[in-house]
């Protein structure tokens, strides 16, 4: 099996060979680990019209080649324009027009060495904190206007994922936080309301168009991994540590229909110690590898400050740990 026929077979829950699928949600780190400069977010927006589109080709170049060194199974492709919170501005997004050219560029770059993926949206998650008090007030007040605005969030993501199809990707993800490291936000009548019916019609629609569907959702959701599971969604990208998440247990309870991705903690990729990565990575595959679809990454982004030598202890520990053995074959 190539890399991308394995991360296909773990997202089809089918078994693979050889080692676990890697990918990134989010993988910020291109400077680092190419030693040239990719150009998101702020900076290629403030371009001009013949710069913007070399750095297209040059992201493209760095985007691959750092994604194939790697052993990437997948290359998360940059996001329409967001913020991480009112007055932060993120880093791995683009304008339209340019993420367009962009995946373009990337999936003649790739052929079929990588899997690409985009965000495509679709489910109502948790309230920024700017608008936490309105929303929370709102789920009581007004819940057919929550129920309207779920809606009207799936039929703008299913709009993206028919967008992102036609530029070449293979599959996409919703952001779309549901729970805080206490437990779902949502409560079980509002979660059946407003967002399980929501993330079943998402995944029918996103298997419609040929693409695999992913949610990524922070946070303690062992309480709902079972309408999860049974969602027809293809797989979990977070798996969040330090929320408790457990990823031995997710397996557990998913029982092979649902497709885990993530758990190596992202604030220990970013502070280290590198000895406590490659333990923590270590640990996972021996725990993991063959007992159900999983697919290794960071919990979370990849952010541009995380140190290239942290990022590749956990790489240390996959090359030599993540192969795939039978069930009850001993540790090596």
Not at 142 to 163: D, I, M, Q, S
Not at 186 to 194: S, T
Not at 292 to 304: I, K, Q, T
Request: hydrophobic share 45%.
């Amino acid at each position: 099996m190539t890399n991308v026929e394995r991360m296909k077979a773990a997202l089809e829950h089918r078994p693979t060979d050889g080692p676990v699928p890697l990918w990134e949600i989010e993988f910020h780190a291109w400077d680092q680990a190419s030693g040239r400069h990719a150009v998101f977010g702020q900076e290629f927006a403030a371009l001009s019209p013949q710069e913007q589109e070399k750095a297209l080709h040059v992201n493209t170049e760095i985007m691959v080649s750092v994604s194939l060194e790697l052993g990437f199974s997948a290359l998360t492709c940059p996001a329409r324009r967001w913020k991480v919170a009112p007055d932060v501005p993120a880093y791995f997004w683009l304008p339209d027009d340019a993420r367009e050219k962009q995946a373009r560029l990337l999936r003649k770059a790739a052929g079929d060495r990588l899997l690409l993926v985009g965000n495509a949206g679709g489910v109502m998650g948790m309230p920024s904190a700017k608008d936490y008090v309105e929303f929370s007030y709102r789920l009581f007040d007004a819940p057919e206007k929550v129920e309207a605005a779920a809606w009207n969030n799936l039929e703008f993501g299913l709009k993206n994922a028919r967008f992102l199809r036609d530029q070449g990707m293979d599959a996409v993800f919703t952001a779309s936080d549901i729970a805080d490291n206490r437990g779902p936000f949502f409560n079980p009548e509002q979660l059946e309301r407003f967002i399980f019916p929501c993330l079943r019609q998402w995944a029918a629609e996103v298997k419609k168009l040929g693409l695999y569907s992913i949610i990524h959702t922070d946070g303690n959701v062992a309480p709902c991994l079972e309408q999860i599971a049974s969602s027809g969604v293809d797989a979990l990208q977070a798996v969040d540590p330090t929320a408790g998440m457990d990823m031995r247990r997710a397996q557990e309870a998913a029982r092979g229909r649902l497709c885990l991705c993530g758990n190596i903690d992202c604030g220990l990729l970013l502070t280290g110690p590198q000895e406590a990565i490659y333990e923590s990575t270590r640990k996972l595959l021996a725990e993991c590898a063959g007992a159900g679809p999983l697919v290794l990454g960071a919990s979370n982004a990849v952010v541009p400050e995380t140190p290239i030598a942290n990022y590749r202890a956990m790489l240390r520990a996959w090359r030599e740990h993540a192969a795939v053995r039978p069930k009850g074959a001993p540790e090596p």
